[in-house]
């Protein structure tokens, strides 16, 4: 397997209401392919590395790097195109636009990417849509789904673009065991049939013991 994601040395501060160090020199390195979870008590720094590791927190020490791109020291218009085209977004919400069909939805950041033809994204949304077993709700407006349904819409938009990583924050915090159940299945046939890279952030014990990999944090650093 080869290395999707390195980080070396990344260090982190807070300064208000006064200088607090929240990631300490921390070293980290993603296989392709490898299904990971974050875990740690709150406040350990496991939110915050993820949102350095997505790029939108850029305010850090160390460097680095996702499929072979040097990404400190970018601007953040830099920073904004390579998120779209190399990774891929599930929360704890789905945030899916009410008033958009499911298909629609999916389609909107490969129509942002605009690396293909409305009817080419059509054909791929469609295809994520079958993969997540949603096909058959393509038309229908996103707030007409359950919670479960509405989640794993959002994974199909998610993987519209072929990301290089799937980061996700608690992507199941907000379902049942059962749909929480499902969205764990999903993940772990990305990771084993489409080789899929996924990083998720998670309180979830048995979702983070059933994971390939598992790095847990405390007090802004990962332990051995």
Request: charged share 25%; net charge neutral.
């Amino acid at each position: 397997m080869s290395t999707v994601l390195q980080a070396q040395g990344i260090t982190k501060y807070f300064y208000d209401p006064e200088k607090f160090q929240v990631l300490k020199n921390i070293e980290l390195n993603v296989e392709r392919g490898q299904f990971l979870s974050l875990v740690g008590k709150s406040g350990c720094g496991k939110s915050t590395l993820m949102y350095v590791l997505s790029t939108m927190d850029t305010d850090y020490e160390g460097r680095l790097q996702i499929a072979g791109e040097l990404l400190t020291g970018k601007s953040q218009n830099e920073l904004a195109k390579f998120r779209n085209r190399h990774i891929g977004f599930v929360f704890q919400f789905h945030y899916l636009l009410p008033e958009f069909t499911v298909l629609q939805n999916v389609m909107i950041p490969a129509l942002k990417l605009g690396d293909l033809t409305t009817a080419e994204i059509e054909h791929r949304a469609i295809e994520k849509l079958h993969l997540l077993g949603m096909a058959e709700h393509a038309r229908k407006k996103t707030n007409k789904l359950s919670g479960g349904q509405q989640q794993r819409v959002a994974i199909a938009r998610a993987l519209i673009n072929n990301p290089d990583i799937l980061m996700g924050d608690e992507p199941t915090g907000n379902l049942d065991s059962h749909n929480s159940n499902i969205v764990f299945d999903i993940f772990r046939e990305l990771t084993t049939v489409h080789k899929q890279t996924i990083i998720a952030v998670t309180h979830d014990e048995e979702f983070a013991r059933r994971t390939d990999r598992v790095v847990e944090m405390s007090d802004g650093k990962i332990l051995a």
